[in-house]
């Protein structure tokens, strides 16, 4: 506890007391507050009891309504929750637009009221929402392979709770036969899963840019479908999703690791569909691992003494690990693993370090921990690092638009010491891709290419530099590789 005398107060301009301001984003998240001047709406900024701020466009000027006082409301939606007047105090730069300020002059905010309304407002559109049927909107030819699906399940789901039942629990070879009907089921189930998907992706395609269609299907797909998978925990990380993001470094060992996870029987059949459904994750990474290989060789026969290697949006790096474990090195390897994740950049440098002490010294691995915007930031991230023989980013151009994507593109051959090559990978468009089950059985959204749209990836690059694109063996994911010339 302080003393009255170790309270110094504010310094400067804080000496003048101003209220507390709270980011409407951050309080407001379920309905964006509407800010209206003069009968002009623009989004609500930040929120005190004696004043807020907007945003406004560039284009419109407010320098002649400064210190006048000008009405104004508050919107949630279509609810006014506030009336009355202000005036505009400061007008500063705010990513490309500006922010306005205003002091209230008539009235005040009541902050814990508004939040209440925001709160009431918000239940009642999640009833609302919840409750509307628009399943009308969902193609009849969608809704009975859904239920092809579903009935599938259930059946596989009843077959397993009885043999569960049936085999005696002292049976010394339970858990083996167990096992064995699991992954029978799953071979006879994964044909007719592909069947389904294949046919659920053609329709949901030809929705086109009907939006409330697919929101309705997609609707559909996540109260029907998606139920029945949520056992598997493959399926419940994608879909739930606990470290805010899908795909995390978890779901990729689930791939690598194919253990039968799960309490159940049919618990461990719907893991076990999801990780065969991902076998290109597993085919991926081995691709990789063997252009670190082939790569690191070539420039061991130039004579180079040693190899750098960086990965950005690195997951559990699993193709380092068995690189290193496997390989016979032929010349010093230096690896840089780059994630936004901590978890995975820790579970990353423990699998590979024991390899690094093994070689001793003809390995090293660093880890660098940045975060999504670094990762589209390349070319500022990867000015740290010494230039490259081979930087990889196989799984991060999927959550990239085109604009996005090829920047990444051009700022990492840029860092690519001469001769060195580049590595892109992404999803594969195609009539058996797996973007239906990820979109709309998962909420998993990943951007698919096809091989001129990959292509176009390196259109800015010199013409001097070779491309190619290599295709993985389940036909649902390529790789890009774009080799510097030397």
């Keep these: 506890m302080k003393h009255y005398e170790e309270l110094t107060g504010g310094e400067g301009r804080r000496v003048f007391y101003r209220a507390e301001r709270f980011e409407a984003k ?37 320098l002649e309504e400064m210190n006048k006082d000008v ?66 909107l969902v193609p009849a030819a969608y809704k009975e392979a859904i239920g092809d699906a579903v009935y599938m399940l259930r059946s596989i789901h009843k077959v ?12 010394s070879r339970r858990d083996e036969r167990i096992k064995d009907i699991i992954l029978a089921c799953e071979t006879k189930a994964l044909a007719r899963w592909t069947e389904i998907s294949k046919k659920c992706l053609k329709i949901t395609k030809e929705l086109g840019d009907d939006s409330a269609a697919i929101a309705a299907t997609k609707k559909y797909t996540e109260l029907v ?33 194919l253990a039968l996870e799960g309490d159940t029987a049919y618990a461990k059949f719907c893991h076990r569909l999801g990780t065969s459904t991902g076998e290109f994750i597993t085919t991926r990474m081995t691709m990789t691992k063997q252009a670190i290989a082939k790569l690191s060789n070539k420039a061991a026969e130039r004579g180079q003494k040693s190899f750098r290697v960086a990965s950005l949006g690195c997951g559990p790096a ?70 490259q023989d081979l930087i990889y980013a196989v799984g991060l151009a999927d959550y990239l638009g085109k604009k996005r994507a090829t920047r990444m593109v051009n700022d990492l051959y840029a860092n690519l010491a001469p001769g060195g090559t580049l590595i892109i990978g992404c999803m594969r468009t195609s009539d058996t891709s797996l973007e239906w089950q990820v979109e709309y059985a998962v909420d998993w959204t990943l951007v698919h290419r096809n091989e001129e749209e990959m292509l176009e990836l390196a259109h800015d690059l010199e013409k001097e530099a070779t491309r190619e694109i290599a295709i993985d063996s389940t036909g649902h994911c390529h790789l890009l590789i774009v080799t510097k010339p030397l």
């Excluded at 009885?162 to 629990?169: A, F, G, I, Q, S």
Aim: charged residues 25%.
């Design 26 to 62: 951050t309080l407001m998240s379920s309905i964006s507050p509407v800010v209206k001047v003069d009968d002009k709406a623009f989004d609500l900024f930040d929120i005190s009891m004696s004043g807020i701020s907007f945003v406004s466009p560039q284009n419109f000027s407010w």
């Design 71 to 136: 009405p104004l409301k508050l919107n949630l939606g279509a609810t006014e929750i506030f009336v009355g007047n202000g005036k505009i105090r400061r007008i500063e730069p705010h990513e490309n637009q500006h922010k306005v300020a205003i002091e209230l002059t008539k009235g005040f905010l009541d902050i814990r009221r508004i939040l209440d309304q925001h709160d009431d407002l918000a239940l009642q559109q999640a009833v609302t929402a919840g409750l509307s049927d628009q399943s009308h």
């Design 160 to 171: 397993l709770d009885k043999v569960e039942t049936d085999l005696n629990k002292e049976d």
């Design 225 to 257: 479908l998606t139920p029945e998978l949520l056992p598997g925990a493959s399926w419940n990380r994608s879909y739930m999703k606990p470290l805010g993001y899908p795909g995390d470094y978890q779901v990729m060992n689930y791939a690598y690791n």
């Design 318 to 387: 699993q193709e380092v690990a068995n690189f290193l474990r496997s390989m016979s090195l032929p010349l010093t390897m230096e690896f840089t693993l780059i994630d936004q994740d901590h978890d995975a950049l820790s579970y990353a440098y423990n699998s590979t370090y024991p390899q690094v002490a093994r070689l001793e010294g003809k390995a090293s691995v660093k880890c660098l921990h940045a975060t999504f915007l670094e990762f589209l930031a390349t070319g500022k991230l990867f000015r740290k690092l010494e230039k």
